[in-house]
């Protein structure tokens, strides 16, 4: 694999590759002192954010550093971006300087495919970690694996994905992978926040929470995507959350078994109660904790092979 | 199977090195070799811990555990280290696999670890697994038990237990086949 730029296209085998790596390294760092493996010694991973991002971004430099690789973060403000670089100069500075892995996040839908076009005859690798509306990759796996422990697998279980589906490049990622490995995904949202087309995707929709809660095996919930709204997409903040938001009611419409994922970054009261976000049902922390693994995986299925280039 | 003659060469140019019974009673006099060496059934016997190496290393440390305990009446924890994210050779081919790694029950820190592998050849498994080690804590001392030694080594390793040491060319193939991954124990020369 060179480049990982959407879950779409990935198949079954890859994606469980990926995930079977990641459980793996999980269980070669625990109860580790040094947490540091050896693997991409000498390789350079550089993280370019043009959007803002905590997690993912903190996850991707542990992953790169508990492997041993060289990891240079780059932010839209404070480099050459915020005096009018091209993202395609930026891209190619970034590939001369010695690049093997560059990963990006940008607010244009397909950045990172266009990326990978402008470094198709160069060694470098690139990493797809969020790109606008589209995708988002790494994301969708770690939510898989965080899936995968508490259910034991994927095959033939219900998810849910609640929430600002329109907006949302997790929504994209995760119905493409949990679909490829063998899940029910269920889009749950009001009709002004889900996609044209989605009648064209590989899931049931439903506009109404509380009849669909009881069958699911697990519940993703979405963040309101304030900043990508530009008209009025439903009543008020206090409408959506009675309508949508997953509070303590609503938990128990759910099986005793049934898992509560949120990508981050949570809007408590609004898409999740508190009290439903700290239950022990919420995977919250372990998806990030998930994420690190996910992460070096990905790095090892991109940088630790003969080259490719394709 | 069971009459075919060791030694014997098949039609397709293989050579059987061990038969089944064999490799059980290689398998035996390696265990007692260590309960020997490692002075294990004396009073003040020191904590041995067996690390086969993935894939055929892990059964057979498991193996050697169990005649260690049947022979010496002392248990000996076992474990299993994946030595792939350790290799110098990942960017030489398409993308591995990791294995299992599991520590022993009580770690090794302190311990006589015994490597448990199925062939030695270069020694670049065995670097990487004291590598890997290493990253796990501090061993008393490292020991090597390996089924086959096949010669060619391009590093200065050596074991300390072989089951059977075997002269090579570099470009035969030596298969040993564990009943776990197989179906049947046996060592062949391709």
Not at chain 1, 227 to 255: Q, V
Not at chain 2, 39 to 46: G, I, K, M, N, R
Not at chain 2, 60 to 82: N, P, Q, Y
């Amino acid at each position: 694999m060179k480049h990982l730029l959407s879950t779409d296209g990935l198949d079954r085998d890859q994606a469980i590759a990926i995930l079977d790596t990641a459980d793996r390294l999980k269980q070669a760092l625990l109860g580790r002192e040094v947490r540091k493996l050896p693997t991409l010694r000498g390789r350079t991973v550089i993280t370019m954010f043009y959007e803002n991002s905590t997690r993912t971004r903190v996850s991707f430099e542990i992953a790169g550093k508990w492997m041993s690789a060289d990891v240079i973060n780059v932010s839209s403000s404070g480099s050459s971006v915020s005096k009018g670089e091209s993202l395609r100069d930026t891209a190619l500075t970034l590939q001369a300087a010695g690049a093997d892995c560059v990963i990006v996040r940008h607010p244009a839908s397909g950045a990172a495919h266009r990326l990978a076009g402008w470094l198709k005859h160069t060694g470098t690798s690139v990493v797809n970690a969020g790109d606008g509306m589209h995708e988002h990759p790494t994301q969708a796996l770690l939510d898989a694996a965080t899936l995968r422990d508490r259910l034991g697998g994927l095959d033939g279980r219900r998810i849910a994905i609640v929430g600002d589906v329109l907006h949302s490049r997790v929504a994209r990622s995760n119905v493409h992978l949990l679909t490829t490995l063998g899940a029910e995904v269920t889009l749950v949202a009001p009709p002004t926040l889900l996609p044209t087309g989605v009648e064209n995707w590989p899931v049931t929709v439903s506009h109404e929470i509380d009849s669909e809660l009881p069958g699911q095996d697990a519940v993703m919930l979405l963040r309101v995507q304030a900043e990508r709204m530009t008209g009025g997409f439903f009543p008020s903040s206090r409408e959506y959350s009675i309508a949508y938001g997953l509070n303590e009611r609503r938990l128990k419409l759910l099986p005793d078994h049934a898992v509560v994922l949120h990508p981050g970054p949570m809007l408590r009261g609004m898409e999740i109660a508190s009290v439903v976000a700290d239950s022990p049902r919420a995977a919250i922390t372990e998806q990030v904790r998930n994420g690190v693994h996910v992460r070096m995986a990905v790095l090892y299925h991109l940088l630790a092979h003969e080259e490719e280039n394709a | 199977m069971a009459s075919r003659q060791r030694g014997a060469t098949d039609p397709a140019g293989d050579r059987e090195i061990l038969s089944a019974g064999d490799v059980a009673r290689t398998v035996a006099r390696m265990a007692h070799q260590i309960i020997e060496k490692t002075a294990l059934d004396a009073p003040s016997a020191p904590d041995v811990v067996l690390m086969g190496i993935p894939s055929r290393g892990a059964p057979l440390a498991r193996r050697l555990a169990a005649k260690i305990a049947e022979f010496s009446g002392r248990t000996v924890h076992e474990g299993t280290l994946d030595i792939t994210l350790y290799r110098d050779d990942l960017r030489r081919g398409p993308t591995r696999p990791l294995e299992t790694t599991k520590l022993p029950e009580g770690g090794i820190d302190d311990k006589l670890v015994v490597l448990v592998d199925d062939v030695l050849f270069s020694g670049r498994t065995i670097r990487a697994a004291l590598d890997a080690l290493r990253d796990h804590g501090r061993p008393r001392a490292v020991q090597l038990a390996v089924l086959v030694d096949r010669g060619h080594r391009e590093l200065p390793i050596r074991a300390d237990y072989v089951g059977k040491n075997l002269p090579t060319s570099k470009t035969e193939d030596v298969v040993v086949m564990l009943d776990e991954f197989d179906g049947r124990d046996g060592v062949v020369l391709k």
